[in-house]
């Protein structure tokens, strides 16, 4: 059984850098027929991606974020991090890692994700 | 980035009755369509993908339809554990998008 944890402090001063890992277990993040997603949301609202990576290193991510954000992966430790620098109190919300799935015939979808880990961006 | 516009945002019904919850794309996504439900406190969990594949472990009671722009969810029972929020979200293009959640309320 697959299963995602994140773990990182839940407070972040404004204009620092989040910092948030998703540990992998129960299969490989080396796997190249998957990608490793960060997707949050704030209180209350729905849910916004962040971006992703694959095996391979490739990376995609927001058009809003792509500024400031870096996803990364420790494959020695099965990990893969999320770093967001010059937060604001806008970016506080619950992140999620998750895994992309599925690729029969391009279709993609988050089969496996992390319980979420609130992050509140305050002084 | 492709827009995903779901309706309505709330729907009130009761156990036992048939809902229906669209979402449109703001461009053609072919199938590339996928449905979540979450519960408060909870992550999403995939009910359909594929437009109208059905997830495994999930009851057959969720069906999903549709392509191109058009896209529908529909429980024909609604059971208690139904009730709850549910967002699609398109696997076409880059950047992944999801729609604005459709609450199901106990009416």
């Known amino acids: 059984q697959v299963r995602l944890q994140e773990s990182g402090p839940g407070l972040v001063k404004p204009s620092q850098t989040l910092s948030l890992t998703c540990t992998v277990s129960?299969?490989?993040?080396?796997?190249?027929?998957?990608?490793w997603t960060w997707i949050r949301q704030p209180a209350g609202k729905g849910l916004e991606w962040i971006g992703r990576?694959?095996?391979?290193?490739?990376?995609d991510y927001s058009s809003s974020l792509r500024s400031r954000v870096t996803i990364s992966a420790d494959s020695s430790k099965n990990q893969f991090s999320l770093r967001l620098s010059s937060v604001t109190a806008a970016d506080t919300a619950v992140y999620y890692c998750?895994?992309?799935?599925?690729?029969?015939?391009?279709?993609?979808?988050?089969?496996?994700w992390g319980q979420g880990t609130p992050v509140t961006v305050s002084s | 980035d492709i827009q995903m516009t779901q309706t309505p945002s709330s729907l009130s019904a009761s156990v036992g009755d048939r809902v229906i919850i669209t979402c449109r794309a703001s461009?053609?996504?072919?199938?590339?369509l996928n449905w979540y439900q979450q519960k408060p406190g909870k992550a999403p969990k995939l009910l359909i993908y594929?437009?109208?594949s059905l997830q495994s472990g999930v009851p057959s009671r969720f069906t999903g339809s549709g392509s191109g722009t058009d896209f529908s969810l529909a429980i024909s029972s609604l059971q208690p554990d139904d009730f709850t929020t549910y967002y699609c979200?398109?696997?076409?293009?880059?950047?992944?998008?999801f729609g604005q959640g459709t609450t199901v309320e106990t009416k």
């Open positions: 998750a895994r992309g799935g599925g690729g029969d015939y391009g279709h993609y979808y988050f089969d496996y």
């Open positions: 129960g299969g490989s993040i080396r796997s190249g027929i998957y990608y």
């Open positions: 990576m694959y095996a391979s290193g490739t990376t």
């Open positions: 461009q053609t996504i072919s199938t590339y």
């Open positions: 594929a437009a109208s």
């Open positions: 979200q398109q696997s076409h293009s880059i950047p992944r998008t």
